[in-house]
């Protein structure tokens, strides 16, 4: 049974860091891309960052394009996602996602199993 588990996030002020994490069990690790969403109150989940099974290509929504940077750790069986220059519109719960195959996913049907999130307020 695949598990995805975040942890990382918080409160942070307008302009600080974050990092948030993702350990995952069930599967080779490596054999799948990874990616992160998030989900606003009252707004549908959306696409932030993805990373191929070997961590060889990133992908990255505009709006967090050169503020966040993803990463894997095969060996660990671990993701992450460094947020820098957070802003109030980040505000959100964070999910990872493990995708369907090695490849890195920006559409929520290209992941079959999903972490329970956690939650990142940027306050102002």
């Known amino acids: 049974q695949v598990q995805l588990v975040e942890s990382g996030g918080g409160l942070v002020q307008a302009g600080g860091s974050l990092r948030l994490s993702c350990a995952a069990s069930g599967r080779t690790f490596s054999n799948y891309g990874m990616g992160w969403f998030r989900q606003a109150p009252g707004k549908e989940r959306e696409f932030v960052a993805a990373?191929?099974?070997?961590?060889?290509?990133?992908y990255y929504a505009d709006a967090v394009q050169g503020r966040f940077l993803i990463s894997r750790d095969n060996a660990k069986n671990a993701l992450y996602l460094q947020m820098n220059s957070l802003k109030p519109e980040d505000q959100a719960v964070y999910y990872c996602a493990s995708a369907r195959n090695r490849f890195a996913s920006t559409i929520y049907s290209g992941y079959e199993y999903w972490g329970q999130g956690t939650q990142v307020t940027v306050s102002s």
């Open positions: 990373i191929t099974g070997n961590g060889g290509s990133v």
